[in-house]
Structures are given as structure tokens and as C-alpha cells.
């Protein structure tokens, strides 16, 4: 909390503690209603549903999209059925549906009882949709406009409807089977003449997303056209919904928040951290770890078949965990670079070949590098002989050039056989590359040293 709100909250609570709730209102009515919601997130249960119960009715809507799913979920279940159903009535369609998702049955069936035939339909349209699709987080309240209509019908019609709209300031043109054939930009109607027909200063070239198209789709589309609103159309072309660029911001948390714990060998969680409890953290982190270690146990089957050689040259084993950290090392940050690259379309897999002779390259760089230094080292701090630093310094060099092999190749491997690249991250790799790293180890040094 910034140190603004540390004073608004120091407020509140002052407003509370002195029972003020009529200057409480009044204050309320002043204050962004972003801010009310999060200042309400750090109440208490019981202050949290008196706080919600005071604010001035006609905002209480529009604080309660802001707050966190589990207190919007406290307050649902705390209040009255008519109070619910009004909640419900007058949140945007998609706000409303987000929270019905994750309600038990009981209460959604409570809700849905309670709330306008209107408002059950569109929630009913939208739940019918897949989850993390275009049609799963799009909201019905838009501004449509008809061809036949002039300018002045128009600028009328937005008046009286647009109170109920999420935006206004693209109105979509529709015929008269709701197919869409153009976008009117408010500020472009209010500088035509009355008279005009919509029809004929539309906006015909229309972008426009499909209701299944999947939701890190639908992010690419706005990134791409820097749009602040796209209309979303069913199989037959006709305008079912819109998205608007604050739902794109939670698209683009909530994906990049499941690659960060793909890639940290996490099963994803809609939770935030402090809302989780221990065992569904444990249940979350436990497949990974079983699977990695499970996997790691090669790395010990090799280094137990070379005992042997291990015994005859003792000073080989101080040299395994840094040949084992760097292969890993360099492993990882080519495969969140290949991963990124894939995630924002920079990547194809027909780039498969241009992407490998890169990272050949940079991995022989690299490779060079760290071994130089590492032969200096060697040599002057460790004072190990000259075939010993020689192993050593060969094995960085191979161990480098496979691990940037590895890291770029499985991610486009994976997204092309359908996975998610994100899986084939730093934990992964870097189990693979450990194993090979000790397996060139042994095997150079077996040359060189004559084991």
C-alpha cells in the first residue's frame, strides 16, 4: 500500500472506529473506486461487509468488480438475497460470471434466482463458452448502432442506453440479422452533420476476434492492433460481445503469472500466495519435485559407473558441480529466451534451423569463454595438472554447446507436438543436462587420461 492510501485507510479507519458512517458515506463518494476496494481488502471480515453495507449505493457495484474473489465471495454470502441479486443486476456481465465461476452451486442457484431474467440469460450465454476463451471473458453491454439510422438517432439512442454500456466510445454498426458491418467512433459522430446515415461513414474494415479464440490470442490481437476495445462474433459474423483492453490486463497477469510457475516446475494456481493453503501448495509443488528427482537418479547411476576412474583421479570429483551449475545455467536462459520468443509469436517453429545455428554459435562463444578463464583458474589458483585442466576445460565447452542445443529445442519441440513450452523450462533441461554433462565428462576424461 503506497503511502496515498496509507492515509485514506488511516482515515477510514477512523471513521469507523468513531461510528461516522453518514460523513463515512460522504467521504466514500469522493475516492476513486479502485482505491475504496483495496483499502477494504486490508479490513477485517466483519469491518470489510460494514464498509461494503455503508457505501453510497449507486458505487457499490462498480467497488465490488475490484475486490479479490474471496472477499466479494464473503460479502456475497453475508448479505441479504435482494441485496445479492441487486449486486448482480448491476455488474458488467462478465464481472458477474467471473464471480459465479467460482461460487459453490448453492449460492450460484441463490444468485441466479435473485437477478434479472436479463442478467440470468447473459451469464447463461456467457457460461456456455470454454474457459479462457474470447467468449468466456467478453461482456454483453456494448453501444450498436443500425445502418439506417442517421447521426442525431444515433447520438440519441447513446444517451438513453449508454449508462448500462462497458464502453461508448466505439459504437458497433449492425444490420438487421445483428451481423456486424462497421464501428463508429463517438468522437467521429459528434462531428457530422445530424443528417448523415451511420451507414455511410462507417468504419467498414472491421477487426474483429472469434468467441473460442483462446484468451493469449485474443492478448496478441490487442498488442497487435492497439486497440482499447475489440468486438467479439460468433460462427455466423454477428456481434455477440466485446472485449475490452482492462480484461486484457488481467489476461496477460494471469498467463504470465502460469508460465513463471510452469517454468519453476509448479502446477499453476489461481490463488494468490497468502491465500493458499499449505497442503494445496504442497499438492501444487510435490508432482514436480517427485518427477525431477525421479529423473536426477540417472545422474547418480553415471557417476556410480565411474567410480572406478573417479578412484584413480580423485580430483576429478571437485570439478562436477560447476560443469553441472553451468551446463544447467546456460541450458536455462536459452530456454526462457526461446520460450518468450514463442509465447509473443517471434518464434516460429519454421525458425527451428535459424534458432539451433544461433545458439551453436553463441554456445561456442560462450563456451570459449568459460573455458579460458576457467583454464587460467585452473592452473594458477588450483595447480592442477595439465591434462586434468584440459578435461575440464573440453567438457565446459561440449557441456555448453548441448545445453543451448537442449534449451532451444525442446520448448519448439514441445509447443509443436501441442504442449506447453513453458514446461520444458529451467528445471527440466537442466535435469537432462546434468546427466549428459557428466556423461562427456567421463568420457573425455576416459580419453584423455587413458581410464
Not at 465490488?64 to 456475497?76: A, D, G, H, N, R
Not at 440479422?177 to 443528417?195: E, I, M, N
Not at 557417476?303 to 578412484?311: C, K, N, R, T
Request: charged residues 25%.
Amino acid at each position: 500500500m503506497d503511502e496515498r492510501l496509507e492515509e485514506l485507510f488511516t482515515t477510514l479507519n477512523n471513521y469507523l472506529d468513531q461510528k461516522q458512517y453518514v460523513k463515512l458515506r460522504e467521504w466514500l463518494r469522493d475516492l476513486n473506486v479502485a482505491d475504496i476496494a483495496a483499502m477494504m481488502e486490508e479490513l477485517d471480515e466483519e469491518l470489510q461487509l460494514k464498509t461494503f453495507r455503508i457505501l453510497p449505493k449507486d458505487m457499490a457495484a462498480d467497488i465490488f468488480s475490484y475486490l479479490p474473489i474471496e472477499v466479494e465471495q464473503q460479502i456475497i454470502t453475508s448479505i441479504s438475497d435482494r441485496e445479492a441479486g441487486k449486486i448482480i443486476d448491476n455488474l458488467m456481465t462478465d464481472d458477474a460470471t467471473d464471480l459465479l465461476e467460482e461460487m459453490p452451486a448453492n449460492i450460484v442457484k441463490r444468485l441466479l434466482a435473485n437477478a434479472s431474467q436479463e442478467t440470468r440469460r447473459d451469464i447463461n450465454h456467457l457460461l456456455r463458452y470454454p474457459e479462457d476463451s474470447a467468449g468466456s471473458i467478453m461482456t454483453v453491454e456494448f453501444m450498436d448502432l443500425k445502418e439506417g439510422q442517421t447521426v442525431a438517432q444515433a447520438i440519441e439512442r447513446i444517451k438513453k442506453t449508454a449508462v448500462d454500456s462497458e464502453t461508448i466510445n466505439i459504437c458497433y454498426v449492425l444490420d438487421y440479422q445483428r451481423k456486424l458491418k462497421g464501428t463508429v467512433a463517438l468522437r467521429y459522430l459528434l462531428l457530422k452533420d445530424p443528417d448523415e446515415k451511420i451507414g455511410d461513414i462507417m468504419h467498414e474494415n472491421v477487426i474483429s476476434l472469434h468467441t473460442l479464440m483462446d484468451q493469449e490470442e485474443v492478448a496478441r490481437q490487442f498488442q497487435k492492433y492497439d486497440f482499447t476495445a475489440m468486438p467479439v462474433v460468433d460462427n455466423e459474423d454477428r456481434l455477440v460481445g466485446i472485449i475490452t483492453v482492462d480484461d486484457v490486463v488481467d489476461i496477460l497477469q494471469e498467463e504470465a503469472t502460469e508460465d513463471m510457475e510452469k517454468m519453476a516446475a509448479i502446477v499453476p494456481s489461481d490463488k494468490p500466495y497468502l491465500k493458499t493453503t499449505v497442503f494445496e501448495t504442497w499438492k501444487k509443488r510435490i508432482p514436480w519435485l517427485l518427477l525431477l528427482m525421479i529423473s536426477a537418479t540417472f545422474t547418480g547411476r553415471i557417476i556410480a559407473s565411474f567410480e572406478d576412474a573417479l578412484s584413480v583421479y580423485v580430483v576429478l570429483t571437485t570439478f562436477i558441480p560447476m560443469l553441472m551449475d553451468t551446463g544447467g545455467n546456460a541450458g536455462g536462459q536459452t530456454s526462457v529466451t526461446v520460450i518468450r520468443g514463442l509465447s509473443l509469436n517471434e518464434i516460429e517453429f519454421s525458425d527451428f534451423f535459424k534458432v539451433v545455428w544461433k545458439e551453436i554459435r553463441v554456445a561456442l562463444l560462450c563456451g570459449l569463454t568459460l573455458a579460458v578463464a576457467n583454464f587460467a583458474k585452473l592452473m594458477i589458483i588450483d595447480r592442477v595438472t595439465m591434462p586434468v585442466a584440459a578435461v575440464v576445460c573440453a567438457t565446459l565447452v561440449v557441456a555448453v554447446l548441448i545445453a543451448k542445443l537442449v534449451g532451444s529445442m525442446l520448448p519448439m519441440l514441445a509447443k509443436k507436438i501441442g504442449f506447453d513450452p513453458a514446461v520444458m523450462a529451467s528445471p527440466f533441461i537442466t535435469t537432462i543436462v546434468d546427466a549428459l554433462s557428466l556423461l562427456i565428462y567421463f568420457r573425455i576424461a576416459s580419453m584423455v587420461l587413458g581410464l
